[in-house]
């Protein structure tokens, strides 16, 4: 069972900067894919950023590329989101997950532990 708790959302202005980080509470977080996923109210929850196990690939949406960057420290188990140019429309509770295996998944399906989530709020 691996655990995850997110921090580092919250309110900002457009086109600032937030860092989100999901600390895992499993040893083995280095064999876990990991990503994150983000939930505006009344939306499907849709697929943000993911990073493969050692951190060699990555895989963004295409609302993100260019101003969100996915990372991780295996010796910390903790995976990050540097969340760059906020906009208005960036505003939703964001989720990090794990997914066994190596890849860079945008599969939600493909995600078995989840944490809770936290708020990032972006004003206009």
């Known amino acids: 069972q691996v655990q995850l708790v997110e921090s580092g959302g919250g309110l900002v202005q457009a086109g600032g900067s937030l860092r989100l980080s999901c600390a895992a509470s499993e040893r083995t977080f280095s064999s876990y894919a990991m990503g994150w996923f983000r939930q505006a109210p009344g939306k499907e929850r849709e697929f943000v950023a993911a990073?493969?196990?050692?951190?060699?690939?990555?895989s963004y949406a295409d609302s993100v590329k260019g101003r969100f960057t996915i990372s991780r420290d295996n010796a910390e188990n903790t995976v990050y989101l540097q969340m760059n140019s906020l906009k208005p429309e960036d505003t939703a509770v964001y989720y990090c997950a794990a997914a066994w295996g190596g890849p860079a998944t945008m599969s939600r399906d493909e995600y078995r532990y989840w944490g809770q989530g936290t708020q990032v709020t972006v004003s206009s």
């Open positions: 990073i493969s196990w050692r951190g060699g690939s990555t």
